[in-house]
């Protein structure tokens, strides 16, 4: 009974080839969230979607968009991998009253 | 690669002790804390959570405790088991632009490793 689920768990791109993550939910939550984690640091927000409504974090690199095309889909496209952008990313989901997100089980990239 | 990673600060138990585990948040407008368990290679797992009208809740075998005048949570873990073992984040959040709902901004972590 997976309620966020992020595919594919490991990802490995080479530098500059654009790469997409895919999560999916079951809660039928209105917000969904992507999150950078690298090693020994907390998650950082890169964005979210209210329903269609998408919302950037200032510091977010244009490098990384997203696209939700319905309540249970969002996607996290980079565009042009570096080095930099080797990380765990999470997907994580929360109702439109309350702030307990849920998240999924991650994506590792690894960019060669 | 990676960006250095910063050092997380640790702590180290014996199964069957008690944890305390501490964090200090930074937005004294945030009404909303969370204590998230994130195990190697996983995503984060929900533990407890707080609202600022309250200064304790308790779980199974979880307490957290909510300081608003020094800023301070701590999430305290009853005889700790080795399954325990993990990176603990607290969180704070709150209504976002008037929202009902709210981002989330994460603490640094703690490792927390139980030795049998």
């Known amino acids: 009974d997976a309620m966020v689920i992020q595919n594919p768990r490991y990802q490995v791109t080479q530098f500059g080839k654009p790469v997409t993550l895919s999560c999916s939910q079951t809660l039928n939550h209105n917000v969904m969230y992507w999150y950078q984690q690298k090693s020994s640091q907390a998650p950082k927000l890169l964005f979210h979607y209210y329903d269609k409504d998408f919302n950037n974090e200032a510091d977010t690199p244009d490098n990384f968009q997203s696209r939700r095309p319905n309540t249970s889909f969002c996607f996290l496209d980079i565009r042009s991998p570096g080095l930099g952008d080797a990380a765990m990313y999470l997907c994580?989901?929360?109702?439109?009253?309350?702030?307990?997100?849920?998240f999924g089980p991650g994506t590792r990239l690894t960019v060669l | 690669g990676e960006s250095v990673g910063l050092h997380l600060p640790t702590l180290s138990v014996q199964e069957g002790d008690n944890s305390i585990i501490n964090c200090a948040y930074s937005n004294s407008a945030s009404d909303y804390f969370i204590w998230y368990k994130q195990e190697s290679g996983k995503g984060p797992q929900f533990i407890i959570d707080i609202r600022s009208n309250m200064d304790k809740r308790q779980g199974q075998r979880v307490t957290v405790l909510l300081n608003k005048t020094v800023k301070h949570l701590s999430l305290q873990i009853a005889a700790t088991q080795p399954g325990d073992s993990a990176v603990y984040f607290c969180a704070e959040g709150g209504n976002a632009g008037g929202t009902s709902y709210g981002k989330l901004t994460f603490g640094q972590g703690t490792i927390l490793t139980v030795h049998p």
């Open positions: 994580a989901t929360s109702r439109s009253d309350g702030n307990e997100q849920f």
